[in-house]
């Protein structure tokens, strides 16, 4: 209250209308006007979008800039240029009161269903690039913002364009492939004539309205109240300093994508903002004598536009600092933030791993300061950061603008960043190097090495640096630079962010690519210094995105099959198109009920502790609360869990998680609600917890019971062994990272407690179960809905009870709606995710390299609870040997029981971090060996007629086939002989190639989940309308059901509907997972249509010259029912582990794939060149879905094993909470080429029209990828004369892969002695 009387009296003072509210903000959105009178300076452009306007076709996917799903166009008329600028901004991170006189156009603006789809939307769709639709409607605005400013872009553009979107169905090929055709390279593969064409004239035109407006604008300074916060935009610069100096704490805010974060996340209340947007001086671009101006408002795109302008114009010589500043824009964030993001606001964030800092420190760039009093110019150095995120400018005073110099003619600048991932991430050490000659020489005359990551703030490498000046650029120097560097730039073992080794080497490793790029370039101006040699060359190279390619080879359906007939048909995703027009409905896009309430989870800080008191008074005063809930409150009963119930809805006195649901705050909006839930204040007694795997060895923590599965003789086996190894590996988990969050809609119906859920969940009917415990009510009183999820992946298989049956015990309690979409970072401190695994083998094997016996044992950290984890252990047990035949062998599984949240199912259920293990023995055989891993995978390969160690015979097998194809349509031989040629002349970049069989089995483990029901209405104008017991996910899985009902009952797929799936038509159904839903939902279904169909015979017979609907008419009038219930168990299955008996599964998929790799050895960065995929999936429902599930699930492969990497602090805290710190693969992470082949002629007759699952068995083949990385870090070490097995933990991240190459640089940064500090992560 005080603050806002505050700010508004500074108003009147300083000449800022403020009057007693605000002014008005006016803007259009998809061409209509808005006049918002009491805009709030706290709204984001997203939630005005979606709560106020009701266009919910813009999604929420992280809040921070991060996932690309808020995607939209803005469009100004800039009047000092006389342009209108087009732009892609994230609408999470856009403050509402940034927006006064633009244009907003969403996806809603530019096409629909009903009306005509735009060609961005139409092809996306029509090229499958769609599966749960959740990132749809962003890459679409992303493409069309593309278009607008570049009708006809080129690959690289369009690749640049996707920088900032993330997808986690697709595997990202059909929306390149798809959107391929609108670029110059578009190829043949499309014919044009299934498209729309695409019109650049006919685009939405810039409201006219908004033109005149913009253009007649008067000097008109604006003021928006709100509750907390004061949103001040002056209109001079003069005003701009008077209000800074009045309120020298206000934040200066121009694209917010600082503040923001800082504001959503950390919790930082600014009450004065100032938004300087309407200030020419910042924003302008001066060209002096010895360099460029930049305005610090200037966003970072039209900075490189400028650059790039520049660096064309200009001598080379004078553009090395551009070029470098250049270099690291092109890996800055993503094309969404670079066009609102300034550079003022990276300068003066400080934070220690910017990317520009460094270059502006190096080449010694001038800032420009101002205040009311006047102005001054500082020397961008070491002075200028004066502490964490801190800068010697005085509160009063603002940055004015940068000055970048041109370079000189001896002058030579490199910059460097390394991140986990390329696109899209902040930097683990980024770097910028300058060095200059004394003319004529290699004499280092001046010498400045800047770093970010390595210190609280950007530092110069001062010491080493002045130890340099004046010596010859050799050898010597290089040696003398990196034993100083190594001293200079150490770092304390416990330092935030860990990887103190990796950080360290990093300095060297880039150092060392600076030294060989300027030996060259001075050998180019004729200076006798060394040559740099051809196999050091690569060093050198700046790294470049090659375009993608792709090839898909299926099977096309028998010549004569009915042209209705859409099985083993590619038709698109039934739901593809309204997902790209942002009118698929998903959970939260249900509109707000009237009386609807929000909800906000209190969670435990702790790990392990019990509760002495909960707090609330402090969050009673916020506004809007209406109620708390807590343990006491719930009607029912408070335990809950999966398989076993040791779980509870909400904590009875004790938390054994960080992230562990304790309560809740129901209030009236989501803010309100979440900032009451941060004022509770929970008093703790701290217990010892168990956080890791090692942890719960040593504690001997571990649940029950401990599985083994084993055949044969191991003593024997190890006795006729001629070599016995042994190793160990571990296997990070993976936060599922589905677009969608958990979300939760909870509609009490006011009689005999009866409640209507609409979940996001793959389980209706376990969240059926779990809600009426909880309410103390049967489940034949409580509905939940599914209409679809953005992504599930196992993720919403168990875990989303947590939030739903809090939610409906709210809604209960009060008798009002109650929703709640968790955000991205509750989503992952709560949810729990992949297992991680750690596995310990001891293998013997022949000389030949057969493999004779095995002894594994497994550790998967479970977390607090059971959930599914048993069954996931046992499914890594099932999975042991992967798909070699092993005689003698023996697998032990124990499930660790820590402090984490509860892991749970994943793509493939313990299956990957299995076949992981396998895979490493099989490495090391093949070293050990002298042999390639190929010829020792190829021999131990199991063969027809084979038996599992769980007894069960292979006998419908295809690997040996898919094996044969993959080496064939890789190239195998080929790209062998060439990656050793490779090798031998590069001595610091290195290829590696690897080939991975996987066999998976199909059905649940546990017996009783085989089975599915399906409900099947045919009306009487002939419209048919299937229910299932399976959800869609983005996997296809209604569109599969509908070509299946079409083939059964005969009728074209458009007279089919799927609406939703619910619990109160099919009930107790199993989740969707296990890949079994098409197959156990299929036959369900097939089951119902038949019985419809002998139903309708009679009519048929009366009647064979009729249609459809006579027969439907016809049956009706003569009172036959038109609906039926399928059911369908799965035959032939059950197993027992007591003795080892029994069919674990109903069949095996099988697939193999060959992936090249290029490591940067200096770096630990590679790129994934080739992947070539052989899946076999029967005779396939549809090519094109199943091409779409093996290579998502190949990309999320690929993200688990080579780049995603959840870390937690030693306290078992998750400190990778958001797309910002956890990096799931981006567009640019695709193989280069990817082939992707559907194994001809195998139908499969145990599964439906004999096909096969898919949805998890290809997610093991991105292991390719990580023994492919193994692969070419072997050929590194042995460039230091090390041979032999090695261990390498997965994922093979940057880190990993550098520490692995050992070298001349890593021995001068060794690790420091594990046990002697507290490490910010550790392995869980
Ligand atoms: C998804 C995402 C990705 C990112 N990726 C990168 C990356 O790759 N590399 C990187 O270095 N950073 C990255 N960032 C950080 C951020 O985008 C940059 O620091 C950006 O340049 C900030 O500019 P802004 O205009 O948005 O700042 P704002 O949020 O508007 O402001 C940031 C800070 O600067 C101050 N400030 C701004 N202008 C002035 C001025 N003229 N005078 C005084 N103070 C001022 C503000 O008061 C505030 O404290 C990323 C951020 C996000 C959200
Ligand atoms: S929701 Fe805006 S970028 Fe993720
Ligand atoms: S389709 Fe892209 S996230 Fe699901």
């Known amino acids: 209250m005080e603050r806002a009387q505050e700010t508004g009296n500074m108003g009147d003072r300083t000449g800022t209308k403020t009057r007693s509210g605000s002014d008005e903000l006016i803007f259009f959105v998809n061409g209509k006007k808005i006049v918002e009178k009491n805009a709030d300076p706290e709204m984001t452009l997203l939630t005005y979008l979606r709560r106020k306007l009701g266009l919910t076709g813009t999604k929420l996917g992280c809040a921070e800039g991060g996932c690309g799903a808020c995607t939209v166009m803005l469009s100004r008329y800039q009047t000092h240029t006389k342009q209108l600028l087009h732009y892609a901004i994230n609408a999470c991170l856009a403050p509402l009161c940034s927006l006064h006189l633009v244009a907003v156009t969403t996806v809603e603006g530019i096409g629909s269903v009903a009306r005509k789809l735009h060609p961005v939307q139409e092809r996306i769709a029509k090229a499958h690039g769609s599966q749960c639709g959740f990132c749809t409607p962003g890459i679409v605005m992303s493409m069309y913002a593309l278009l607008r400013n570049n009708p006809t872009p080129k690959m690289a553009d369009m690749e640049e364009a996707f920088q900032g979107n993330l997808c986690r169905c697709t595997g990202y090929r059909p929306i ?18 299934e498209f729309a064409p ?71 209340v600014y009450p004065v903002i100032l938004a300087p947007t309407f200030i020419p001086e910042l924003s302008a671009v001066t060209h002096t004598e010895n360099g460029i101006v930049f305005g610090a408002a200037c966003t970072l795109s039209h900075m ?33 933030i670079r066009n609102v993001a300034a550079v003022g606001g990276n300068i003066m964030t400080a934070s220690p791993i910017s990317d520009l800092n460094p270059v502006f420190m190096a080449a010694g760039c001038k800032l420009t300061l101002v ?62 190097m300058s060095v200059t000659f004394t003319p004529g020489t290699d004499v280092v005359e001046n010498l400045r090495l800047s770093f970010g990551g390595m210190a609280p703030t950007t530092v110069l490498a001062k010491k080493t640096a002045n130890r340099l000046i004046g010596r010859p650029w050799g050898e010597e120097l290089l040696e003398e630079a990196c034993n100083s560097m190594a001293e200079e730039m150490s770092l304390d073992p416990s330092v935030p962010g860990g990887m103190v080794t990796y950080r360290r080497t990093l300095t060297l490793s880039l150092f060392y690519k600076f030294y060989l790029t300027v030996l060259q370039k001075l050998r180019l101006q004729g200076l006798k210094v060394a040559e740099v040699t051809s196999d050091c060359l690569s060093a050198t190279e700046v790294y470049h995105p090659e375009t993608p390619s792709s090839v898909q080879i299926y099977q096309a359906v028998a010549k004569g099959q009915n042209q209705d007939d859409v099985v083993g048909r590619p038709i698109m995703h039934l739901s593809a198109m309204k997902q ?15 009386n609807e309430l929000y909800l906000s989870l209190i969670t435990s800080s702790k790990a392990h502790a019990r509760i002495l008191s909960i707090d609330t008074s402090g969050a009673e005063r916020c506004p809007g609360v209406v109620c708390f809930l807590f343990a006491d409150d719930i009607p029912g009963s408070n335990t809950a869990g999966s398989l076993k119930f040791d779980e509870t809805v909400l904590a009875d006195g004790e938390v054994t998680c960080v992230g562990h649901i304790i309560g809740a705050v129901v209030a009236k909006t989501q803010l309100q609600a979440q900032r009451a839930a941060k004022a509770v204040r929970i008093e703790y007694e701290e217990r010892q917890p168990v956080i890791t795997i090692q942890e719960a060895i040593a504690t001997q923590s571990f649940y029950q019971p401990i599985r083994t599965i084993q055949k044969g003789d191991l003593e024997l086996g190890f006795k006729h062994a001629d070599h016995i190894l042994e190793g160990e590996m571990h296997i990070g988990g993976q936060e599922h990272f589905y677009l969608e969050t958990n979300v939760t809609l909870a509609v009490p119906r006011g009689e005999d407690g009866e409640m209507e859920l609409f979940v996001s969940t793959q389980a209706p009917t376990h969240t059926q179960s779990l809600v009426a415990m909880a309410l103390g009510v049967p489940a034949n009183r409580v509905v939940v809905r599914v209409k679809r999820m953005g992504g599930g992946f196992g993720g919403k298989e168990s875990r989303t009870t947590l939030l739903s049956t809090v939610v409906a015990v709210a809604a209960n309690k009060l008798k009002r709606p109650v929703r709640c979409m968790l955000d991205r970072d509750e989503d992952m401190l709560i949810t729990g995710g992949r297992h991680p695994f750690y596995g310990k083998y001891k293998v013997g094997f022949l000389n030949s390299g057969r493999v004779v016996a095995l002894d594994v044992t497994y550790y998967g950290n479970a977390g607090n609870s059971m959930d599914l984890s048993q069954a996931i252990v046992e499914r890594a047990l099932f999975h042991m040997e992967n798909s070699y035949r092993v005689p003698n062998i023996r697998g032990r599984g124990f499930l660790c029981r820590t402090n984490l949240p509860s892991n749970t199912a994943f793509r493939g259920f313990g299956g990957p971090q299995g076949m992981m293990v396998a895979e490493s023995w099989m490495t090391d055989v093949a070293q050990s060996l002298g042999k390639s891993p190929e010829e020792v995978r190829r021999l131990n390969l199991y063969m027809k007629g084979d038996s599992t160690p769980f007894n069960q015979v292979l006998d419908q097998i295809t690997l040996d086939r898919c094996w044969d194809e993959c080496m064939s349509r890789s190239g195998y031989q080929q790209r062998r002989i060439a990656i050793d040629l490779y090798n031998r002349q590069n001595r ?38 299937l229910t299932h017991g399976g959800t869609e996910m983005g996997q296809g899985l209604h569109t599969k059901m509908v070509q299946v009902a079409s083939r059964v009952l005969g009728i074209p797929s458009s007279k089919i509907h799927i609406s939703e799936t619910s619990t109160n038509t099919v009930p107790n159904t199993s989740a969707t997972a296990a890949s079994a839903s098409s197959d156990l939902n299929g036959a369900a279904l097939k089951n119902a249509c038949e019985i419809l169909l002998k139903r309708l015979e009679p009519f048929k017979a009366k009647n064979p010259n009729g249609t459809w609907e006579d027969w439907v008419k016809a049956a009706y009038f003569d009172r036959v029912s038109l609906s039926a219930n399928g059911f ?41 060149l080739s992947t070539t995929i052989v899946m076999d999936v029967g005779n396939s429902l549809n090519p094109a879905i199943d091409i779409g599930q093996v290579e998502g699930a190949f990309m999320q492969g690929l993200g688990l094993f080579t780049l995603e990497e959840l870390h937690y602090s030693p306290q078992g805290v998750l400190l990778t909470r958001g797309p910002g710190s956890y990096k799931i693969p981006a567009f640019g992470d695709i193989p280069t080429q990817l082939t992707v082949s559907l194994l001809r002629d195998a139908p499969n007759y145990k599964a439906i029209f004999a096909s096969k699952a898919v949805g998890e068995p290809p997610l093991f083949l991105a292991s390719s990828v990580f023994y492919a990385i193994k692969d070419a870090i072997s050929a590194a070490r042995a460039e230091s004369g090390i041979t032999g097995p090695f261990r390498l933990d997965s994922p093979a991240s940057a880190e990993r892969i550098r520490n692995a190459c050992s070298d001349r640089f890593t021995k001068l940064c060794p690790l420091a002695e594990a046990g002697t500090f507290i490490p910010w992560s550790v392995q869980v």
Request: with cysteine.
């Open 304 to 336: 490189a536009v400028v650059l790039r302008q520049a660096v064309e114009s200009l001598p080379p010589h004078k553009t090395e600092v551009f070029l470098a500043v250049l270099e690291q824009l092109r890996w800055f964030a993503g094309v969404q």
């Open 198 to 268: 695409f019109d650049p004239t006919q685009e939405v035109i810039f409201p006219p309205e908004l033109m005149t407006l913009s253009k007649d604008r008067k000097p008109h300074s604006l003021c928006f109240h709100g509750e907390r916060m004061t949103w001040l935009q002056p209109d001079s610069l003069d005003e701009f300093l008077n209000l800074k100096w009045k309120h020298p704490d206000a934040r200066v805010v121009v694209g917010n994508t600082e503040v923001g974060v800082e504001v959503k996340f950390k919790n930082m």
């Open 176 to 193: 390149l492939e798809g959107y391929k055709t609108f670029t110059v390279e578009a190829t043949s593969l499309f014919n044009p004539a």
């Open 580 to 594: 790209a027009t942002g009118e698929a409905v998903y959970c939260d896009d249900v509109p707000l009920y009237k």
């Open 988 to 1025: 610091w970049t290195k290829r590696g190639i690897a080939v991975v069989p996987t066999k998976f089995g199909i059905s649940f483990t546990a017996l009783f989940l085989n089975q599915a029901g399906a409900l099947v209405h045919i009306y009487t104008d002939g419209s048919v309308l």
């Open 371 to 432: 205040d009311k009093d006047g102005s001054r110019e500082v020397q961008m150095d070491d002075g200028f950061f004066t502490g964490y995120r801190r800068t010697a400018l005085r509160p009063q005073q603002i940055l004015l603008s940068i000055h970048i110099p041109y370079s000189k003619k001896t002058q030579f600048v490199s910059a460097y960043k390394q991140s986990p991932r390329r696109e899209d991430d902040i930097s683990i050490v980024t770097a910028a």
């Open 1128 to 1168: 369908y168990k799965t035959p032939n299955i059950g197993y027992d582990f007591e003795t080892n008996s029994g069919r674990a599964f109903s069949y095996f998929s099988y697939g193999v794939a060959c992936s090249e790799v290029e490591i940067d050895c200096l770096t630990g960065s590679h790129k994934n």
